[in-house]
């Protein structure tokens, strides 16, 4: 995962160079051109979404935060799009099933909370321009490379969280 986290952001740097080079070149104003492109993207993204992640998987989107979750939470895979704001995932006395479940936020600026009972194995990915990632005793912080932090004996647990996040600034943290 945090491969093809590094190759997209990889790629996005590298289409921006060229879009930028080519504007230069041809004398093409390219902030006109920046938002048309992005809207093409993520319209892109949201129809292929059902091939690239599971059918089960929820999907809430909102502008701005907070987003959060209590032992309502259905205890599925789940995707969150965030403009601005904070997550607070309070599964403490959520029913977590048997297996990996996995949580995906994507926001421009963002922090997330994740509080998991005792048992719960939590593996947490953050790719961000600046991210900070506070887990297990143990802070991670990194600028334009993926954090990565995760519980021990994580793949040996029968109930996992994997948490992946992906922002402009981000700060996760594992209470």
């Known amino acids: 995962m945090r491969n093809r986290s590094l190759v997209v952001i990889g790629a996005a740097i590298v289409v921006y160079g060229l879009v930028l080079l080519l504007g230069a070149i041809f004398h093409i104003d390219v902030g006109k051109l920046c938002l048309p492109a992005i809207l093409i993207a993520v319209g892109i993204y949201i129809m292929a979404r059902p091939a690239l992640v599971g059918p089960n998987t929820a999907w809430q989107v909102s502008l701005f935060g907070p987003v959060r979750r209590g032992s309502d939470w259905p205890g599925k895979d789940e995707e969150i ?7 607070r995932l309070d599964l403490s006395q959520a029913q977590i099933p048997a297996g990996e479940t996995q949580v995906r936020i994507m926001s421009f600026i963002g922090n997330v909370r ?9 593996s947490i990915d953050s790719t961000a ?28 647990t029968e109930r996992r969280i994997r948490l992946e996040h992906f922002s402009f600034i981000s700060e996760a943290r594992v209470e």
């Open 114 to 122: 994740l509080w998991v009972p005792p048992g719960v194995g939590v």
């Open 129 to 156: 321009l600046i991210s900070t990632v506070r887990a297990f005793g143990e802070k991670q912080e990194s600028f334009v490379a993926p954090a990565h932090l995760e519980s021990e004996g994580y793949e040996a």
């Open 81 to 87: 799009w965030l403009l601005i704001g904070d997550v």
